[in-house]
């Protein structure tokens, strides 16, 4: 029905920046919440930022102040721009979205398939 995929990780340096981005395709007829999760190996799904539908956003304490989410409606989009990247930042980064697929459907959550963010020197 809905695909998320995601797409900008890879290896950077401390201190460095990433930028992902994440593109909802499919049956889509609206998008409300947007959101970012990471995962290390071994440990739970950790939320990192969520964006509403109107913009309004809220983030984890552990990357406030770091990391910004921003979204384009045109685009059914979500970006996740990552400064001042630390070793314990490195994870798998999924895509979050909770979407009606038609008018008619209930609100329903899709995943992307994660993308690895490595901060090492």
């Known amino acids: 029905q809905v695909q998320l995929v995601e797409s900008g990780g890879g290896l950077v340096q401390p201190g460095g920046s990433l930028r992902l981005s994440c593109a909802a395709s499919?049956?889509?007829?609206?998008?409300?919440?947007m959101a970012w999760y990471r995962q290390d190996p071994g440990k739970g799904r950790e939320f990192v930022a969520v964006?509403?539908?109107?913009?309004?956003?809220n983030y984890a304490d552990s990357v406030k102040g770091r990391f910004t989410i921003s979204r384009d409606n045109a685009k059914n989009a979500v970006y996740l721009q990552m400064n001042s990247l630390k070793p314990a930042d490195t994870a798998v980064y999924y895509c979050?979205?909770?979407?009606?697929?038609?008018?008619?459907?209930?609100?329903?959550?899709?995943w992307g398939q994660g993308t690895q963010v490595t901060v090492s020197s």
């Open positions: 979050d979205a909770s979407v009606n697929p038609t008018f008619y459907s209930d609100v329903s959550e899709f």
């Open positions: 499919g049956s889509i007829f609206r998008i409300h919440n």
């Open positions: 964006i509403s539908s109107a913009g309004y956003t």
